[in-house]
């Protein structure tokens, strides 16, 4: 059974839909925690709303990265609340080795463009702006690189002539919420199997 914890910053539609998920049975799963670097992240309120623990972690003095002491106490928060897998979703952070020895191909993150094109922040608008008529999302394994881990599942959208980067965006997201926990439930049922960086997913 995976216990789960979330790590994100922002609204947290990702982990809503992993939560619904969980609540209409299509994904086999059990959210020990869910976790946020800034303390107004809506995503822990999404937590509170379903009595889920939500733990807000102060990551000073890093801007970017989740290290030092706030990466031991993330350490010893997952320890407590019995987790077994980590799922980034909307967490704006570089993962260091602390964490990732820790939860090492138990890691998975969520990234809005067809990776390896566009990683790092802003996928969805790098992809835009770059004028491609096709992009997506990618849930891979978190590894010591930005966006760079096994890919696990893709989805795929147009991007048209009528679209706005926000139209774009909303086309976007409603594949990430299907995307994350179809991975999830593939990860939990045990048929997703690696070799070197390829994954295949086991009928
Ligand atoms: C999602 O689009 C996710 O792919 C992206 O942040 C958004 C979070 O939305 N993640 C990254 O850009 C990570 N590099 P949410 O908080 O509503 O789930």
């Given at each position: 059974m995976l216990k789960l914890a979330i790590f994100g910053s922002g609204s947290g539609t990702n982990c809503q839909a992993i939560i619904d998920a969980i609540a209409a049975g299509t994904l086999d799963a059990e959210i020990k925690c869910i976790l946020a670097?800034?303390?107004?992240?809506y995503i822990l309120e999404r937590a509170k709303k379903h009595n889920i623990p939500a733990i807000y972690f102060d990551c000073a003095p890093f801007k970017s990265k989740l290290d030092g002491e706030a990466e031991q106490k993330v350490l010893q928060t997952l320890e407590e609340h019995d987790v077994n897998f980590i799922a980034l979703a909307g967490f704006m952070r570089i993962v260091k080795d602390g964490l990732l020895k820790a939860y090492e191909g138990r890691m998975i993150n969520i990234h809005?463009?067809?990776?390896?094109?566009?990683?790092?922040?802003d996928g969805g608008k790098q992809a835009f702006d770059y004028g491609v008529k096709f992009t997506g999302c990618t849930v891979h394994f978190v590894d010591a690189?930005?966006?760079?881990g096994a890919i696990i599942n893709q989805k795929i959208i147009s991007i048209d002539d009528e679209d706005t980067l926000e139209t774009m965006m909303n086309k976007l997201h409603a594949q990430e919420h299907i995307a994350y926990p179809e991975a999830l439930q593939w990860i939990s049922e045990g048929r997703v199997k690696r070799e070197g960086r390829k994954i295949s997913v086991q009928i």
């Amino acid at each position: 059974m995976l216990k789960l914890a979330i790590f994100g910053s922002g609204s947290g539609t990702n982990c809503q839909a992993i939560i619904d998920a969980i609540a209409a049975g299509t994904l086999d799963a059990e959210i020990k925690c869910i976790l946020a670097d800034n303390e107004e992240a809506y995503i822990l309120e999404r937590a509170k709303k379903h009595n889920i623990p939500a733990i807000y972690f102060d990551c000073a003095p890093f801007k970017s990265k989740l290290d030092g002491e706030a990466e031991q106490k993330v350490l010893q928060t997952l320890e407590e609340h019995d987790v077994n897998f980590i799922a980034l979703a909307g967490f704006m952070r570089i993962v260091k080795d602390g964490l990732l020895k820790a939860y090492e191909g138990r890691m998975i993150n969520i990234h809005p463009s067809l990776l390896p094109s566009f990683p790092g922040l802003d996928g969805g608008k790098q992809a835009f702006d770059y004028g491609v008529k096709f992009t997506g999302c990618t849930v891979h394994f978190v590894d010591a690189g930005v966006d760079t881990g096994a890919i696990i599942n893709q989805k795929i959208i147009s991007i048209d002539d009528e679209d706005t980067l926000e139209t774009m965006m909303n086309k976007l997201h409603a594949q990430e919420h299907i995307a994350y926990p179809e991975a999830l439930q593939w990860i939990s049922e045990g048929r997703v199997k690696r070799e070197g960086r390829k994954i295949s997913v086991q009928i």
